[in-house]
């Protein structure tokens, strides 16, 4: 079974660009998550998609939006970039159905904002 | 709002000691518990889970809601273990796919 893939693994944008991440779940799985990890905050949750619907959100601006298709593939968008959104940005893919399941996690796409 | 803590950023041991990475939560409800390793270049992965009470690796956890704690731990460590491991609470009702990190600890397994 593939793993989780993100696209691109590496971005550089200018301040005030806005980019899109890529996420491919593992086959089967509905339901996406979406995580930011930089070394003073730690892993911080974004927002998670199952059925192309958003389940929960975190604490984060606007500027984070998201969308899932019909095929589970999620992608993450970040509008008017600001350097503090440099960061390793994480998806994480599960059956998401009921009860507890294990989330499987990508790569990650680092993001520096310069 | 829920909320987990690891103390210990690093955490130094010698091969064949016993080691314990520590854990604590705050939540006012039941909430299902987490371990996540992340090896040298490899992606994060889960270690083991509260709910089902299995050993991986070596490496047992158990939760104690008296103390709102979830340490992991294991008798002998292996240089193999050295990784940064963290611990990650999923709340009840409709947190569905959000995890809550702590912010890690790197252990380090010396020869």
């Known amino acids: 079974k593939a793993g989780v893939t993100q696209t691109p693994r590496y971005l550089i944008k200018t301040r005030g660009q806005q980019v899109t991440l890529s996420c491919s779940p593992i086959?089967?799985?509905?339901?996406v998550s979406w995580y930011q990890q930089t070394p003073g905050q730690g892993l911080q949750f974004l927002f998670e998609y199952f059925s192309e619907t958003q389940r929960n959100k975190g604490n984060f601006p606007g500027r984070f939006s998201g969308r899932q298709f019909s095929n589970s593939r999620s992608e993450m968008n970040v509008s008017t970039l600001e350097l503090g959104d440099s960061a390793l940005y994480l998806c994480?893919?599960?059956?998401?159905?009921?009860?507890?399941?294990?989330?499987?996690f990508g790569p990650g796409t680092r993001l520096t904002v310069t | 709002a829920q909320r987990v803590t690891q103390p210990e950023k690093l955490l130094s041991v010698f091969k064949g000691a016993p080691v314990e990475l520590k854990c604590n939560y705050s939540y006012s409800g039941s909430p299902e518990l987490f371990w996540y390793v992340q090896y040298s270049r490899q992606r994060l992965q889960l270690l083991l889970r509260h709910i089902s009470r299995e050993s991986i690796k070596g490496f047992t956890a158990d939760l104690n809601k008296g103390e709102t704690s979830f340490h992991l731990k294991k008798p002998f460590a292996q240089e193999e273990d050295s990784a940064m491991y963290y611990c990650a609470l999923k709340a009840g009702g409709t947190s569905y796919g959000k995890l809550t990190f702590g912010q890690g600890t790197i252990l380090t397994v010396h020869p």
């Open positions: 994480a893919s599960s059956l998401g159905g009921l009860g507890v399941h294990e989330q499987y």
């Open positions: 086959s089967g799985h509905r339901s």
